[in-house]
T-cell receptor, first 113, second 118 residues
Framework: GESVGLHLPTLSVQEGDNSIINCAYS??????FIWYKQESGKGPQFIID?????DKRQGQRVTVLLNKTVKHLSLQIAATQPGDSAVYFC????????????FGKGTKLTVNP | GAVVSQHPSRVICKSGTSVKIECRSL??????MFWYRQFPKKSLMLMAT?????????EQGVEKDKFLINHASLTLSTLTVTSAHPEDSSFYIC??????????????FGSGTRLTVV
């Protein structure tokens, strides 16, 4: 993941619009990626995951895209709702036996009614 | 399934005292757990990997004498912040890999502990 010392980037969208949140990961050997949603004062909440042998995976209202060539991950949220307002983190499993999960810097999504 | 319970959710302590945070896997055995620290408006930073029955593995820059980790059983890992100082105030979160075979293989997280050192 990216440096944890940077302030969170922000994304503001209108209710009903689609949101795209991007993430650059650091380790080309990482083989498993997860998107999490975190609300204030709570632990991360699983949204969707993807393995490195895939480039796209769809869930309910969410899609994750993986571009291994440029080490880029994106989360697309369709018809964004006010309840989607939160901080979103991508996380990568480092691809070794340790199973360590390293988080990216996160993006704060604000959905305007 | 695969629930992790973290306790306490909030704690306020005086400078110089020690605080213990517990992370329990409720319905599965966790040979490995991870401890994260999160500052306000920042990402989760991996502090250490807790290994059942052996020493924890600390990330670079994390003081192992400051943050004592014990993983004495397959369902419990503890993080003790020793001689706490105000700069140790943070949100601490534990995590465990979900057992293979459970849907949504990934990681399960505790609800976090807000530590405030005064």
């Amino acid at each position: 993941g990216e440096s944890v010392g940077l302030h969170l980037p922000t994304l503001s969208v209108q209710e009903g619009d689609n949101s795209i949140i991007n993430c650059a990961y650091s380790n080309s050997a990482s083989d498993y990626f997860i998107w999490y949603k975190q609300e204030s004062g709570k632990g991360p909440q699983f949204i969707i995951d993807i393995r490195s042998n895939m480039d796209k995976r769809q869930g309910q209202r969410v899609t994750v895209l993986l571009n291994k060539t440029v080490k880029h991950l994106s989360l697309q949220i369709a018809a964004t709702q006010p309840g989607d307002s939160a901080v979103y983190f991508c996380a990568e499993n480092m691809g070794d036996l340790s199973e360590k999960l390293v988080f990216g810097k996160g993006t704060k999504l604000t959905v305007n009614p | 399934g695969a629930v992790v319970s973290q306790h306490p959710s909030r704690v306020i302590c005086k400078s110089g005292t020690s605080v213990k945070i517990e992370c329990r896997s409720l319905d599965f055995q966790a040979t490995t757990m991870f401890w994260y620290r999160q500052f306000p408006k920042k990402s989760l930073m991996l502090m250490a990997t807790s290994n059942e029955g052996s020493k924890a593995t600390y990330e670079q820059g994390v003081e192992k004498d400051k943050f004592l980790i014990n993983h004495a059983s397959l369902t419990l890992s503890t993080l003790t912040v020793t001689s706490a100082h105000p700069e140790d105030s943070s949100f601490y979160i534990c995590s465990a890999p979900r057992p293979r075979g459970i849907s949504n293989y990934g990681y399960t997280f505790g609800s976090g502990t807000r530590l405030t050192v005064v």
